[in-house]
């Protein structure tokens, strides 16, 4: 039988310091936390009151081996600690494939986002302003087609509930300094570069994507959080891609399909989803993850 969804963690042997749209985040002591990936879904910056099984494992699994395979282009926080070891042994079932023991690292206030194809809301802004975050882009793109190259979108890291808001390099420098601000917009384009490459081949395009960043108390920068999951990305698969429309993705577009034909206000509380709704959004998770790994 499989292990029963985790809607939330109630970890008593270590401090609890966070929860978030996803995970939940422990203390193991002044330089390492534990990062519990839930099966928390989240959909228009509400949490859903429905767990999807398995989705925190595959999520997990995920960022793992893109972590492991980016690692030559920048340091992240993943530590190779066992994180049942750091937890009571009664507790190992809230942890086991699903958490990270990781660098505490100071987050810097930015997502890094990068966009590789016309999608979302890069798509609805470019309609009325032919860019992106002041990135001026050719006229008559399409739906959903690639762009002449990857941009550098960022965006505010908004609270839980809260809408992140697209911001221009400027603000970006900014926030952080124009070294800094440059040095994430070059590892972001890196990264995201090199994991649609590869993605390419396993038959998935990764239209966008965000990344987070974080730094030590030496200020060197750390890929942190998740990295090009089906949460923090919009995959579609190749073989289903046509310019003009938006494909169907390897995420929770039934979830947002269903929510969508509800009488629903998107404010706190989601309905609850039904059965079939978590079936298929699973099944499109774990298909993603058997794509990119196996």
Sequence with gaps: MPPAPILETNLTSLPFLYRGKVRDIYEVDSDRLLVIQTDRLSAFDVILPTPVPGKGRVLTAMSLFWFRSLAHIIPNHLLDIAPESVVAAHEADQVAGRSMVVRRLEPLPVEAIVRGYLAGSGWKEYQKTQAICGIALPVGLREAEKLPEPIFTPSTKAAVGDHDVNIGFREVENLLGAERAEQIRVKALQLYSEGAEYAAGRGIIIADTKFEFGVDKAGMLYLIDEVLTSDSSRFWP?????????????????????????????????????????????????QALRLLTE
């Design 238 to 286: 190749r073989d289903q891609y046509r310019v003009g429309s938006s494909p169907p993705s390897f995420d929770k577009q039934f979830v947002r399909d269903w929510l969508e034909s509800r009488n629903w206000n998107k404010q706190p509380p989601a309905p609850a989803l039904p059965d079939h709704i978590l079936a298929r959004t699973a099944a499109k998770y774990e």
